[in-house]
C-alpha cells in the first residue's frame, strides 16, 4: 500500500502565516442541533486572507492577465511526478543547489530548506531561506511543473521587485510556499497532489498538499 505525507500546515483560528496579515477566524455559523431524533449537524463558518497556511499562488498573484485559482491547469497539481531539492540551511539558493535540470524536467520541484522547523515562532517570519532571480529562470529553462518551499517566501522579502514570484509565475508555473514535513520525503519517485477550491477571482489560496510515496517492501 503507498505511503501518504501530509505536507500542509494545519489551519487553526488566529494562527499568523504572514507577518502583517491577520489569522484565519474559524468558527460556527449554526450550533449543532439534532434536525430529527439522534441526527444532528454543524455549520462551521470562516474568513481568511488567502495567503494562509500551507498555500499555492497562481500566475493572477503577480499578472492580472493570468490564470486565477479556478483556471490552474490540473495536471500541475494532481498526481505530478515529484523531486525533492536539498538545500537546507542555505540562505540563496542558486542554481547549483538545483542540480541537474533533466532531473527536474516537467516535474514537481519541493525545495527543502528545513525552516519549516520554526513554523508558529516569530523567527519563521522573519524571512529566511529563499531562492535568487538565477534560480528562477534555470527553473523556468527546467520546464519544472510547480516550485514548492517549506519557508515563508520564495524570495528574498527585503527585495521588493520578487524576482522569483514574477519569473515563475510569468511563466505559469504555479508557486506552494508554507510546506512542511519534506524531511520525511525521498529525493525522488513520489508524487505530489496541491489542490485549492478552484475560486474564480483570487491569486492564492490555502491547499492540502500530500505526497504519495510507493509501498515499501
Do not use: C, Q
Amino acid at each position: 500500500m503507498n505511503r501518504i505525507v501530509d505536507l500542509s500546515h494545519r489551519i487553526e483560528h488566529g494562527m499568523i502565516t504572514y507577518p502583517g496579515l491577520p489569522g484565519p477566524v474559524v468558527g460556527t455559523h449554526r450550533e449543532r442541533m439534532e434536525s430529527a431524533p439522534g441526527v444532528s449537524f454543524h455549520i462551521g463558518r470562516m474568513e481568511l486572507v488567502a495567503n494562509t497556511g500551507t498555500y499555492v499562488d497562481a500566475p493572477f498573484h503577480f499578472h492580472a492577465d493570468r490564470a486565477d485559482i479556478a483556471a490552474l491547469p490540473l495536471e500541475r497539481l494532481v498526481d505530478v511526478p515529484a523531486v525533492r531539492v536539498d538545500a537546507y540551511d542555505v540562505p540563496a539558493i542558486g542554481p547549483e543547489v538545483l542540480g541537474d535540470p533533466e532531473r527536474l524536467w516537467g516535474k514537481a520541484v519541493l525545495v527543502h530548506t528545513g525552516w519549516s522547523r520554526h513554523w508558529g515562532t516569530e523567527r519563521y517570519g522573519s524571512g529566511g531561506p529563499h531562492l535568487t532571480a538565477a534560480a528562477a529562470r534555470f527553473l523556468v529553462d527546467a520546464n519544472v511543473a510547480v516550485l514548492g518551499v517549506d519557508a515563508l517566501n520564495v524570495d528574498d522579502i527585503a527585495d521588493p521587485t520578487r524576482p522569483v514570484h514574477n519569473t515563475l509565475l510569468g511563466n505559469d508555473i504555479p508557486i506552494v510556499e508554507h510546506l512542511t514535513n519534506l524531511a520525511a520525503l525521498p529525493d525522488d519517485g513520489f508524487r505530489l497532489t496541491a489542490l485549492p477550491a478552484p475560486v474564480h477571482g483570487m491569486g492564492s489560496f490555502p491547499i492540502r498538499a500530500v505526497a504519495v510515496l510507493p509501498a515499501t517492501s
